[in-house]
């Protein structure tokens, strides 16, 4: 990829979301879905270099975070710097990190998202319908392969309640 397309503003490398402005890249993405570019023959994310062309240089040890969530994206309007702390802050209250809210309350991935989830929210509901059909909590557990316990969070709504 060549970074003189980029500073030029053209637009066949990235194409622009109508909805979001997203502007999505369109060549090479990592294993993540970051925008890859080639600069001198060295390898680098394209939205830290969009960041560069476009609004200023990166301070080290700072990270190009995007507040559109779209990794694909370049649109400088969608990007800030900010520290590991600051990306790991912003994505926990946007309830998108792996590992959930680390006990500090601030959202976290929940539900049939959830990197770990076991049911989706199909089977929530289908529990819930077959505990007040009168299926035994212990049967419902076997059936889905998780424990009793579960289930009673589920149907007294502790937790996974879904469409209440």
Not at 47 to 63: D, Q
Not at 108 to 116: F, P
Request: with cysteine.
């Amino acid at each position: 990829m060549n970074i003189e397309r980029l500073k030029n503003g053209m637009g066949d490398v990235y194409e622009v979301e109508p909805n979001t402005g997203c502007w999505l890249w369109l060549m090479g993405v990592n294993n993540k879905g970051y925008a890859n570019v080639c600069i001198n023959g060295k390898s680098s994310k394209g939205h830290r270099e969009m960041y560069v062309l476009s609004i200023a240089s990166i301070p080290s040890g700072l990270c190009v975070c995007h507040s559109c969530d779209t990794p694909s994206c370049v649109n400088p309007r969608h990007l800030f710097v900010g520290t590991v702390r600051d990306n790991n802050r912003d994505c926990m209250l946007k309830g998108r990190h792996r590992y959930g809210n680390g006990g500090h309350g601030l959202g976290g991935v929940k539900g049939e998202k959830h990197w770990n989830a076991k049911l989706t929210n199909a089977d929530v509901l289908e529990i819930q319908r077959l505990f007040t059909a009168g299926q035994l909590q212990k049967e419902i557990a076997l059936s889905y392969g998780i424990a009793q316990p579960q289930v009673s969070r589920i149907v007294t709504g502790k937790e996974r309640s879904v469409g209440r």
